[in-house]
């Protein structure tokens, strides 16, 4: 058993929208039984009364404000604004109270304990479906580290990234991950991308059951979709299994977040 005390899950949210997701990623690994630390990152973005509801279900709401932060990672903003979301998420480096964090997206959903997540190194993470030689960066186990987080801000400023964002960055930077060591590629039941479900669907119905962690990867999130009150169901025109998963992040956000959004919140807002 691993000590719980030194190791936490992290997400982030520049703005409420995504703080949403936070707030439905973070009753997910809770309803899965995790007794380890949450915690979120936010930044001005996130409304101060979002970060009251954060506050009661993550273990530390910890504000990062990149224009504020390390000196490197304001000159980088200053050159290259792109990288600003980006930046933001490679600040999981600086949570040096944890010995290991396991990052993720605010667009995941975790259905089962993944708790033994925190069992793997740095740098471990499931592939990508778009380039299966590189790593997705929606769900990753790291171990914060100072000298980490300077070096790949220096690589963020000397080389950028190949795809602008945090993903690019940090395959380009843990470069070796695709063949170095197999223990630190992650079982795709750890990070499931959504629409998986119909782009292999065989291989859903086959393994489908084992899912732990969604992820909601596109442009189109699940706060985008309506959701009808009545009926306790999302309106979709995707695949019927895509549908059940957007129906279960649903599930959890009408049962355990919304109750607690007083007055009503729709958490449906455009980008
Ligand atoms: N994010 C955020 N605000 C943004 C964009 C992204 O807080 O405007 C954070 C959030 O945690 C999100 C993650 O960065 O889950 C990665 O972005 P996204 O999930 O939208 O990328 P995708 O997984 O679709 O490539
Ligand atoms: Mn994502």
Redesign the pocket.
Known sequence: MACSQGEAFV?????D??AV??LVLAQSLRIAGTTHDLVVMI?PGVSQGMREHLGQVYTMVHPVDVMDSKDEAHLAMMTRPELG?TL??LHVWTLVQYSKCVFM????LVLANIDDLFEREQLSAAVDIGWPDCF???VFVMQPSLATFHDLVAHAIEKGSFDG???GLLNTFFGDWGTADIKKHLPFIYNMTASSTYTYLPAYKQFGKGVKVV?????R?PWHYRFNAQSKNVEHSDGAYAGELLQQWWNVFACHVQPKLDPWVAPVES?
């Open positions: 997400t982030l949210a520049t703005n929208s995504y997701g936070a930044t979301v933001t998420k997206d605010a667009d995941t997705n960066s929606g964002g945090d993903q992820h909601f990867l596109g442009s999130k980008g």
